[in-house]
Each structure stands twice: as structure tokens, then as C-alpha cells.
């Protein structure tokens, strides 16, 4: 049998049973050959690769995006009882267009790079990719028989959920996990509320928005809460009456299956999403009267769909009953985790 060594950017906070979708701690749920090599402790997992490669036994080095991939793909080219394995849930591009200013020099040289990386795991023995496959198909001028797609996933999940009904305090209770960073439109999300606010002064229903992961200046309606343990969070989500995730339309973030909004979804919160194709494809298969989907960027339609939402909560009506089978990682854990064995013919002869 192979062995499999995963290149990971090491938090020493981390706990695996945190880390969900399927990023690379999630696969120690089930490959258990797979050992972490953390590449921020120095340089001792290069020495390891190095020691493992001309042992001449078969291994496979599996990357997860960055600069990573260059190792696999040197060591894949040096030794021919080395396999390559690029297993991502983001799209290259992604940190460029989500963390930089448009053109700015960090965003290029960002861009540049991710633009490398779709040239460079043309070479890798095994690809599963864990976004869009129309975006991929963009960049990516490989050999696409090698290539896998998933949607992202959740470990653990039962088949369904029941839920609670849903108490209409006032105000309601909207959240929001992540970043103020281009692409993630979270300023058309505080000018929706504030503008429903506004249009509801006669009323008593009035929306707040609990901001997570971000802080900025005060400002009215919304609470910003910083970054706060991962129990904070679930508590936030579990108590919430509506979740959002407002994303742009014009960049990679847009094509990628959002951990954030299965989580909100398997909660049993009531999710106003952005009409993008990551998040449209991801709920494709989700029959739900508690999913609302607004124009990426367009203020009036979120302030619509916003007052549709918090209508449909004061006046009771939601899901009695969850169904969490499309977001279980069970089954396609199990066919990752052969293809991961499949990189190599059998024990102990040349890769493919």
C-alpha cells in the first residue's frame, strides 16, 4: 500500500474535528494512511519527502493550493515511485479576487500566481477539484480524465434534521461569518437592513445584523463581534432567525461550494444567499421554502428579499423537517478515498 503525505499550513489552534468541507484534515477521517506534514515547523517535512522518495517504496504527495504544488509536482518529476495529488475545495484564483483591491500589486502578483498553479497540476497524477467545474474548464488545459469533481461536504451529518419552530423576537436576528474583503459583498448586505429598517420605522419589526470574523467603526443595525471561538459561532448560527451570504458576482468567490452556507442550512436557519453559481449549484438539489436568493450586488433586491424573509419568519412558516443528505461527506469520502488508492497501480510497482 502507498503512503499518502499531505502538505498543510500548520495553526497550532487547530483542531481537526473544526476543520470542515473537504479541506485536508478532513481526509484523516477516512484515509488513514494520510499523514500531515506541517510546512510552517521548518524543514523537516522536505527531509521526510526526500527520505520516503529514495526509499523507493510508493508514496503520493497531497497538495492542497499555493506553493505547495510545486513540491509535488518536483518530487512527482524526480522520482518515479511518486505520485501527485492536487485536492483543493478552492478555486486558485480565489485568495486574488477575495483579499486584494482590484489591480492592485498584491492582487497581481496573487493572480499570477494562481494562474501558475493551473499550469502546474497539469502534471499531477490525481486532481479533485471541489468548485465549479465551469470555472475550472476556464483555466485548467490539461489532460481532464484524471479530474474529479465534488461539491463540497460536511462529515457526520444524519440524513435529516427536525426542527424547532422558529421564535419571531424582535429584532430579528440576522448573521454574517466572514470577511469585509472585496467579493463578499457584505456592504450590500448592511445597506439592505438599513434601508428596511428605514422603510419599517411604523412597525415593530426591525432587523439586526451580528457580524462574525470582521470588525469595522460602529455603526447602526449591525454588532460586530470580531473573531470568537468556533462555539461562539455555532451558538450564534443555532440562534439565529436568518443567515446571509451576499457574494459578488466578478470573481472566483462566486464559484466556490460555501462550507459557511451548508453549515447556516443544517442549523435550520432560514438562508438569504446570493444568486451566484457556487451557491445556485450547491442547493440545486435542496427542495426548501426557507432558502431566498438575491441579485448578486443589486441593494433594492436584497432589501426585497430580506422583507419576504422576515415576513415569512413573523408569520411562522418554515421547514418542519431538514433533508442533509446532499451535504453528507459519507459516500463521497468513500470515493475520494479510492481514488486517492488509485494513483498507483498496486503496491509497489510505477505509477501510472
Known sequence: MPRFYALFNHNPNDKIEDKLGFNLKQRLYFQPDLQLLHVNEGLEYLKTLWAEARSGDDIAIVTQRSYHALFGLIFASLFRNVAWIFDTPD??????????????????????????????????????????????????????????????????????????????????????????????????????????????????????????????????????????????????IANAHLCASPLLQGSDLEYVYSIKTMEYFCYGNKLLISQVQGLTEQFEAITSNDIYFAKPGDIADWQTMLAKAIEDIVAGKQDTTRVLTAFSAEDKNARIAALYQSVFRRSGTEKE
Open 91 to 236: 478555486c486558485p484564483l480565489k485568495e486574488a479576487h477575495s483579499t486584494f483591491q482590484k489591480y492592485s500589486f498584491r492582487w497581481l502578483i496573487s493572480s499570477l500566481r494562481g494562474r501558475l498553479i493551473y499550469r502546474v497540476i497539469q502534471r499531477a497524477d490525481l486532481i479533485i477539484i471541489n468548485y465549479s467545474p465551469e470555472r475550472f474548464r476556464c483555466f485548467y488545459r490539461g489532460d481532464s480524465r484524471n479530474v474529479h469533481f465534488f461539491k463540497n461536504a460536511l462529515p457526520h451529518l444524519p440524513a435529516s434534521r427536525q426542527l424547532q419552530p422558529m421564535s419571531a423576537k424582535n429584532p430579528i436576528d440576522i448573521v454574517y461569518i466572514g470577511h469585509g474583503l472585496p467579493g463578499f459583498g457584505l456592504d450590500i448586505l448592511i445597506a439592505a437592513i438599513q434601508r428596511y429598517n428605514q422603510n419599517n420605522l411604523h412597525t415593530n419589526t426591525r432587523a439586526h445584523l451580528h457580524i462574525y470574523g470582521h470588525q469595522s467603526v460602529p455603526i447602526d443595525d449591525v454588532t460586530y463581534h470580531g473573531k470568537v471561538p468556533r462555539a461562539e459561532v455555532l451558538s450564534a
